[in-house]
């Protein structure tokens, strides 16, 4: 179920005995076991265990099947949880095929653990990035908190600028409520002032400025890296490391999920990859990474300037 789903459910007072916690998202991964040992523990010193990512399976039931004291359950958490098969032999199964009412099982990981899923006690919950809709209520809600205004354009640029991560989202909105102060309006301007953009981000910035020929803005983001301390080399190797995955996106009609697990990048950024790649047509793809395989060879032998082929190459992007 979707993490707002899993919320609302856990309001209503539905529960489960194991909970699956997986996605890109440690915010919502992070609430998610806050909501759940408020919901379940009363004292988390003596009812919460952490057991490490390579525990035994004897360990693991060990801890499933402990009573709690003075709580309503007993909660085992374990991350990064990803056991081969001859894990289940060791009693696993069983268990889970009859859980203890005492007992809670939370499993917090990045990847998908479908060897779990099969059973009907575990509660699977997606905590991948939000959609941005939800992003700017969110925003929105947590500025209203603090007596500070935001419109939505301006709420959907403070979630772009932090790539829509919820744990940056939120530092940076409050940083930001600080900032303007009770009373006060957060527009782009101060999020320009105090929000940095990582380099994942200007280069998605800058590549759709190519997309949308508007060169200028383009130029702009190239001039503010520099200006920031990257270097030109690293620009190169940036911007031919997205056409890259462009060009892959365009020709291999893969969906958003195999295209993250093949880049080993997250799926937000890969959905973003197959929205940008269907700007331009593959034979402008194809061109500029060959033009940025060029630029890097020439550099590294010794043939150019760094700084020299990196304006060389954007400006050969720009016109073909």
Known sequence: MKYTEFKLALGEGK??????????????????????????????????????????CDELITSLNG???????RMTVIRDFYPKQDFFKGGLN?????????????????????????????????????????????????????????????????????????????TET??????????????????????SRDTDYKIYEMTDYIAKKQFDLALFVIKDMLSKGESAQMI?????????????????????TELAKCFSIKEYPAKKLLEQSAKFKKRALKSAVDTLTDADYRIKSGRNDADEMMWYSVFKIMTD
Request: charged share 25%.
């Open 94 to 170: 069983n268990y889970l095929e009859n859980p203890s009412d005492y007992s809670v099982l939370v499993i917090i990981n990045d990847k998908t653990l479908d060897a779990f899923k099969k059973f009907d006690c575990v509660c699977v919950v997606e905590c991948n990035k939000a959609e941005m809709p939800l992003l700017v209520r969110w925003i929105k809600g947590e500025c209203a908190k603090n007596s500070v205004t935001i419109d939505a354009e301006t709420a959907s640029v403070l979630a772009e600028y932090c790539s829509s991560d919820m744990t940056r989202i939120e």
């Open 174 to 195: 409050n940083k930001l409520c600080c900032y303007v102060g009770e009373g006060g309006a957060i527009t782009k301007t101060e999020i320009d002032e105090m929000v």
């Open 236 to 256: 190169i190797t940036s911007v031919y490391n997205y056409f890259r995955r462009l060009l892959h996106a365009s020709i291999s009609n893969m969906t958003a």
């Open 15 to 56: 529960s489960f005995p194991v909970y699956l916690l997986e996605g890109e998202d440690a915010f919502f991964k992070e609430r998610g076991l806050s909501l759940l040992v408020n919901k379940f523990v009363s004292e988390p010193n003596l009812n919460l265990v952490t057991l490490p990512s390579d525990c035994s």
């Open 67 to 73: 009573y709690p004291f003075m709580s309503e359950k």
